[in-house]
């Protein structure tokens, strides 16, 4: 699977957007870009996942570049509960996939 | 939480003891996973399983035995538990939707010390 890069931290004020980056320039033709989050210890939450169309669902957007070598998760109003470390997975799909997780983004929401 | 549960939540366990811990779904999905997360580091894949009794490595899987007897029961062991070992421990499923894509969906953890 490709390897993935993010920013270490970013912020974000409450009621913003949260624009977070992330780099796959190895992706392949049939892996998928995934996101998800980790709030304090709890179990890694999926967000949201796309190929190459942008997607959206009640929770975020996702953005993929045209090349697909990059991708952006928007979060378009951002709560303190958003809170969390968010981690950009680029996987294949179909069989079941094996998620290989970096350090991720740790994003923080301040008032 | 996609119906994921793991047992225990919270462990404290000696060198050199054995250790099971159990992940059940409430659901009949095909593909369960075995992740690690030590401090500071993203998770990393132990074991996973494509059907009843049908399991493979993953990452880092030594010291770790895995079984799968039913399809809602995901036992991960630990022969002689090490102070490496030392790890919140969480269980995944995975959920095919539309167009065969998987995506996974994570139970709460069990954090696992071993003294």
């Known amino acids: 699977d490709a390897k993935t890069t993010q920013p270490t931290s970013m912020d974000c004020a409450e009621g913003r957007a949260a624009n977070l980056p992330c780099n796959h320039s190895t992706i392949s033709g049939n892996e998928y870009v995934y996101w998800y989050r980790q709030i304090h210890s709890q179990g890694p939450q999926y967000i949201i996942h796309?190929?190459?169309n942008n997607e959206t669902n009640e929770m975020a957007s996702l953005i993929i570049t045209e090349d697909r070598k990059s991708s952006t998760l928007i979060l378009p109003h951002a709560t303190l509960r958003d809170t969390a470390v968010y981690y950009c997975?680029?996987?294949?799909?179909?069989?079941?996939?094996?998620?290989?997780f970096g350090t991720g983004t740790q994003l923080k929401v301040e008032l | 939480d996609a119906g994921i549960t793991q047992s225990p939540r919270h462990k404290v366990t000696e060198t050199g003891t054995p250790v099971t811990l159990r992940c059940h779904q409430t659901e009949n999905h095909r593909y369960m996973y075995w992740y690690r997360q030590d401090p500071g580091h993203g998770l990393r894949l132990i074991h996973y399983s494509y059907g009843v009794k049908d399991t493979d490595k993953g990452e880092v899987s030594d010291g770790y035995s895995v079984s799968r007897s039913k399809t809602e029961d995901f036992l991960l062991t630990l022969e002689s538990a090490t102070s490496s070992q030392t790890s919140v421990y969480f269980c995944a499923i995975s959920v095919v939707a539309g167009l065969s894509t998987d995506t996974q969906y994570f139970g709460p953890g069990t954090r696992l010390t071993v003294l």
């Open positions: 796309g190929l190459k």
């Open positions: 997975i680029v996987a294949s799909t179909g069989g079941g996939n094996k998620l290989t």
